[in-house]
């Protein structure tokens, strides 16, 4: 039987792998590359702050690892607080990378909690629209600000699961349940997922991606854990299409039928 397992499309673009990676916490290059590889992930992402990409001529430059032929690489504005240095920095990323317009939109308000600055966020998505970027925007798990990245026009709109680099999960599943239901873009969980089952859950609610970094670069085997990811968003996926069975609250339900066995005919 064929597996109903539908590429992911964003911009009329189709992508074999709803596992979106980041680049940053490895150890070293030659980890990066193969936890990527791992991964099967076709999106990557990588913080223009902070990666060489290009910018900086005499330093290991990290597309050597992870080839625009081989990955559609996604610029990030990690580090940025305001709308201004956001929309700077992805005008630079579109330079070198030579006219690449998919982007990850990413304001931060809290130095300590890395949590978004929905303002400043929608702020910079207007600009980079206008400007004919394809903008993919980390935000908050708020249903409205969520739809407001969406009508902008955001190709992909990337609500946290929890706060950057915690490894908590999803803390707030009927949040990121409104946003799904009422959205007309993919909606790909960004942040705070720590392992494996948190991947699967995302994907169980009907995210369309997920987009994980610190829980495979911090884990003791980076590149197994990229693969248990991998699994894990397929599952997942799986599962969402399969449709659970309903939850039977006091209520026992055998797995065998009562009927129709060798003892009920007695």
Same mark, same amino acid.
């Given at each position: ?61 990290? %597309?050597?690892? #992870? ?10 504005? @990690? $580090?940025?607080? !305001? =709308?201004? &240095? *956001? ?88 949040? %990121?349940?409104? #946003? ?10 960004? @942040? $705070?997922?720590? !392992? =494996?089952? &948190? *991947? ?67």
């Amino acid at each position: 039987m064929k597996e109903p397992y539908a590429p992911l499309i964003i911009n009329n673009k189709e992508y074999r792998s709803r596992l979106l990676v980041g680049t940053g916490k490895y150890k070293d290059l030659v980890e990066t590359r193969d936890a990527i590889e791992a991964s099967g992930a076709d999106i990557v992402t990588v913080a223009i702050r902070r990666t060489n990409i290009g910018q900086n001529k005499d330093e290991p430059n990290i %597309l050597e690892v #992870i080839s625009p032929d081989k990955y559609t690489i996604l610029p990030n504005t @990690a $580090g940025c607080y !305001t =709308a201004e &240095d *956001a929309v700077r920095t992805l005008r630079l990323a579109r330079e070198l990378l030579n006219g690449h317009s998919l982007v990850k939109l990413e304001v931060l308000g809290d130095p300590d909690t890395l949590y978004p600055n929905v303002g400043e966020t929608i702020k910079a998505a207007e600009m980079l629209v206008k400007e004919g970027f394809d903008v993919m925007a980390y935000t908050s798990d708020d249903p409205i600000a969520a739809k407001e990245l969406e009508m902008i026009g955001c190709s992909a709109v990337m609500p946290l699961a929890s706060l950057i680099g915690s490894g908590m999960g999803i803390i707030n599943p009927w949040n %990121l349940g409104i #946003i799904i239901e009422n959205a007309n873009v993919p909606i790909i969980v960004d @942040a $705070g997922v720590g !392992t =494996a089952s &948190d *991947a699967a859950i995302a994907m169980e609610l009907g995210c369309a991606g997920v987009l994980t970094n610190t829980a495979i670069a911090k884990a003791k085997n980076p590149v197994l854990m990229a693969m248990a990811m991998r699994e894990a968003v397929h599952a997942g996926y799986m599962a969402q299409s399969a449709g659970r069975m309903e939850k039977q609250i006091y209520t026992a339900s055998p797995s065998s039928p009562e009927l129709g066995n060798i003892a009920s005919n007695n």
